[in-house]
């Protein structure tokens, strides 16, 4: 019997290191060996959630990282690059999945710009691959080290890939991206503006237009795509709901395409894509499309009396979002079936 | 002591209905008369609304017209519009405030092309004064006829009202709006998709593009604005929460005007409207910011890397976007303070 | 390779049929072969559900009882008898596994006291044995026809069973059960008591007392375990969830039993089932258990001052209450790992 | 004109603070004169609360005690009583409403056993009359001292009050209270239990049995109603609803009550009271019949087939069961018309 692949967990109390946990539990060609968690090291997993195992939650310095194949990273943005840094000392083989944005960026000065703080290891940004799967595959599979990308950017740049590539959009407009997003999105810290009571029967726009931090990966990925650069203006929204997530994007194209047109160039473009869907003409992706599923589901529309088509692209935050692409990855780069665990 | 108004309210077992309810009990200068459901008569409303009373429900025709100063009628578009033929049949004194879709439009061919059905009183389109309160003051304070706004309507067209009437929207680009309502915003009709387990934990775009109902009657209006035509993208979402509206919009504007200038356009602009808010420049506009209230929130904010502001506006879609405004228009008609029993 | 068992799932777009559905498509030794629901006979199943497939939904009288091993009935009560009448008047072999509550009763006077009304096939009910298959397993193996629990009994009479069991509880006092439901456990019914705005932000209890039907159900059940009369009180609450279950149980018992001593003889009782689970000393069970799951988990604890116990047992409805318990009745049925696609 | 009764308000930063806010700002005979939270001193109400004012928060020593005609403290239990020791010590007039549970007890040994920790002010707790207006309403009158009942007291000593008064209620059983509140009964504290992703679709038990600080005010106040020991068994369950708050009551009745007969005992009881509702028969309270009000609405039910009565009361948490009935109390207090602000 062929041998399972040791992983390792860091940062299993968050909503995504859980979520990576029950993911990769099922997954039948994983053993998971460490799961990490510094706030809760020596707790039980279900003393944090309830349905949960009695497996032990260790310190990440705990991890004998020479011992695994391959690790998943759930840490908070700016404490990955030290975790990395350290592995990459140790170990020269094991595989690195990193949910947070730290190796996102192509430059330093970028991550520096979007999010306000020195990167202490540039030098590691090129080993890392941006891990959205259906537009990096190859590169995927090749490297040691995939940076797996945010939740919104991945909706968004999924919705708007087939248009771009194809140079359908006209880009003398902005591409306008009005996001909605559930509350696990914010991860699982106790601030009084994530409280049941702040929240629920609740919805807010926040880090509007030009500010929020996804605005910079998202830039970043669509101007390759294009080749040029790509004006992009973005608005995220709260939502009154644990999980899911949906742009709705804005794009101006020429006003011969119809409704049938764009959505026939959607489904050649992800036609052999397992965990991509694109909905039938007269459907409209929801949140309830994709909540607890890996999946990103997607519809596309052409507005009648304008130049425009209007994508809607739905995703599990903390499925395609997150944990879900993460395993994905995890697949690719291990040459196993890409759907594994995740269907 | 001052003889009260004595109101008529049709409708009253709808959420908008019963909210005029709950308004105009409160109200110091109003004696509701009679309540009206035909689908509910005979029955009190506490066995509707359990907070309520134990008023009687009447048949529509039980209503003595001649008895009334002033109708409400929050009906079903289509029903609205021989009520009124029959009402004016009657009384030529009795002013009427009809929350309906029904005298809304300008032409009769545009109610017929969005709401799919024959206007059988054409005529009276001319009596009736699109009762956005804000921007129509003088001719609903002159009128007998008012045709309350939609939700939606009333969100977006207060929202675009000031950098439209300035002359500083670049109406090249379309006016794009992206709407989230509350589930009243669908009336308390017994349909699998309004059921809890349907809209808990979902968010659901529907009738994007250039389809919903509410699309002619923002156009309409903001044409009139803006002396010219507007091209408007109006794409609603359902969210799981029970009452509220918010619309996000993204407008082409000169690229010299700072959120600051933004701002103060906007503040000027309702300076002395006792029911809009606008917010300072740190702020955006949230659901809370309107729930349960007569008001309309907004805030402006100028897009960093390109030239577009985005406004976002909340109201209360039983509020301001129905039983809220009308009873301000009912103020306006009637010469009473505004904000009578709004606050 | 071995044959897989072929199903059919009458009831397909009612949420506990659909959970079936769901359950069975993953299940390894499982074909499903004909999915019914006359009401949306002719339809695709993603049509209902979005994030389903593309299966055609049938008319009953489409099924070929003859080509299946096993028949799931997820139809409403009165409507499961002549379903079950039909097969067996067709098929000797087909087992049958009916999820209303047709056939859970021993007898005839009791279904029809709490169901008002006729009971067409008595003579099958002696056919039927109750599914708790905690409870009557042996018999669930030996037999073709297995009447599924409703959800609130199957928390409850697990919840009860182990002190009832070993005579700890003093029946001289009544049972008292306030229990508390997701909202699918009304069913998919448009219904205005159902909608979104009715539901959230309420709580509600209803049918309490000795009037809801799973009382006589309950009762049933606990008489035979006693091997005499258990006086139940029964109290169901709505709660604004979509899926979940939980009854928080008094019961009367020697005052010298303490916390301790009530788990260690819920654990001892429950020690080799494999969809049960008792939480230690300090834990309460809430709905997050078992969200999602096919477990029934519970607590117990001794009341400080008086001589009572409370049992607080969860369950999901849709899961261990519904179709869960249908599949883990199945596996037992034909010899199969009882938690085979169920974990 | 008259002058109005100069308040302060302590702690309104948390939930029942702002809701006392709220209340006395619509309260003819109330000026507003002092907002206090030490944690928010500075801020702007807005800056909290989103659709309150520009009035600024100051820091609970700013208050000039002897401006002032009433102080209403809404502080953390513990904190109020340090509070009221120094309001005490400068002023001989400022009548006191305490929302905290600091001066509820009798006994200063009571408060220490529920509270942990020891009463820096015994001597105190003589001075103040437990404020459940319907019982004690003569000597809050003639107080100038009153702690506020915490809310599920209020909910249910009103429930059990009719019965036990009239001596119907077998107290050789356990009155069994099985109670739901809302999250802001919780309080506006950042912890990760009161998350939004960790309260919805969840619910959970709590402090079930004789545990909850709340067991010991019920006890006490029933007891002093019976005129001997009550036993009382209390359960309180945390629900994913942001106000409200309802105990399902079981007593032990002669079984020769009707639930007529009940109904009929509790509408006398609560014959002229203004904020208690007693439904009839064939209703029964939910969180809808008192969300957003100031009301106690409630309902009996004799159980069918044992000597046992079934009480449901609803109580809003913030207001009956806080800001409302702090007001009630202050009315009644100040001789002021007792629901003046209330309805």
């Known amino acids: 019997m062929k041998r399972k692949y040791r992983a390792a967990i860091y940062g299993v109390s968050g909503y995504a290191g859980y979520e990576l946990y029950r993911i990769l539990k099922r997954h039948p060609e994983v053993e998971i060996e460490y799961v990490t968690a510094d706030s809760s090291a020596g707790k039980r997993l279900s003393d944090i959630y309830p349905t949960s195992d009695e497996t032990t939650i260790l310190r990440n310095e705990q991890v004998d990282v020479e011992d695994v194949d391959a690790v998943f990273l759930s840490l908070p943005h700016g404490a990955a690059k030290s975790v990395v840094e350290k592995i ?26 979007w999010y306000g703080q020195k990167h202490t290891s540039p030098d590691f940004l090129d080993d890392f691959v ?3 799967t259906e537009l990096n595959r190859e590169a995927i599979y090749k490297s040691r080290f995939v940076a797996n990308p945010g939740c919104y950017p991945t909706a968004t740049i999924l919705g708007v890939f087939p248009l ?14 009005d996001a909605k997003s559930g509350v696990t999105g914010a991860g699982r810290k106790p601030e009084v503006r994530l409280l049941f009571a702040e929240v629920n029967e609740n919805l807010s726009p926040y880090n509007i237009g030009y500010i929020h931090r996804h605005t910079g990966e998202i830039e970043q990925e669509l101007n390759k795509v294009a080749g040029t650069n790509v004006s992009v203006i973005f608005s995220p929204h709260l939502v009154p709901i644990t999980r899911g997530m949906l742009s709705t994007i ?8 119809s409704t049938e047109d764009l959505t026939e160039i959607f489904q050649k473009s992800y036609r052999d894509e397992p965990l991509v869907k694109v909905l039938r003409n007269n459907s ?19 507005v009648e009396n304008s130049p425009y088509a209007i ?33």
């Open 88 to 113: 990459s000392a140790v170990s020269t083989t094991a595989k690195i999945i990193d949910l947070s944005a730290d190796y996102r960026f192509d430059e330093a000065e970028e991550y520096e710009k």
């Open 130 to 132: 941006y891990g959205l």
């Open 164 to 177: 771009l590539k194809t140079k359908l959009i006209d880009l003398t407009s902005p591409v306008i991206i």
């Open 250 to 257: 804005y794009v101006k194209i020429p006003a011969v395409l």
């Open 284 to 302: 409209i992706a929801t949140f309830q499309h994709t909540i607890n599923t890996n999946m990103c589901v997607m519809s596309v529309k052409k």
């Open 311 to 343: 994508v809607v692209s739905s995703i599990d935050n903390l499925g395609k979002g997150a944990a879900g692409q993460a395993v994905q990855n995890f697949n690719v780069m291990f040459g196993i079936e890409e759907t594994e665990g995740l269907i």
